[in-house]
């Protein structure tokens, strides 16, 4: 019987992902690089304007507000760039931890994922 998420898969589907290869890959190769890299950046480029026209404006108070704003937006873009790491360590110690019931398989996740290239 035909998988419903084989329907627009071109060419043969890994069996590690069960015909969820090509929504994997978006999420792997497009949103996990938007999320780590791109809202990082945009979180510093922004605090950084925030602090130019802080400075601009010569207002001491304003500028010291926006010196704490830019340096938790600093703090919050380390962790956005480390959060993807983080899950996937924490979900692989949880897929190896439970992996010898045999009656669930819980690496199959672990394995589509690092099937994708």
């Given amino acids: 019987m035909l998988n419903l998420f084989q329907l627009g898969v071109v060419g043969t589907v890994d069996d590690n992902c ?18 780590q890299i791109g809202i990082p950046i945009l979180l510093i480029v922004f605090g ?9 404006s010569s207002d ?19 962790a956005i760039f480390f959060v993807s790491t983080i899950v996937s360590l924490v979900m692989s110690l949880v897929a190896t931890g439970t992996s010898n019931d ?16």
């Fill in 18 to 35: 069960g015909g969820l290869e090509p929504i994997v890959r978006i999420i792997k190769k497009g949103l996990f690089p938007i999320v």
């Fill in 48 to 56: 950084t304007i925030d602090l130019g026209k802080a400075v601009i």
């Fill in 60 to 78: 001491e108070k304003e500028v010291k507000g926006a010196q704490s704003r830019l340096v938790k937006r600093c703090i919050y873009a380390v």
């Fill in 102 to 117: 045999s009656e669930t398989n819980t690496t199959g996740w672990a394995d589509c994922w690092n099937s994708i290239k």
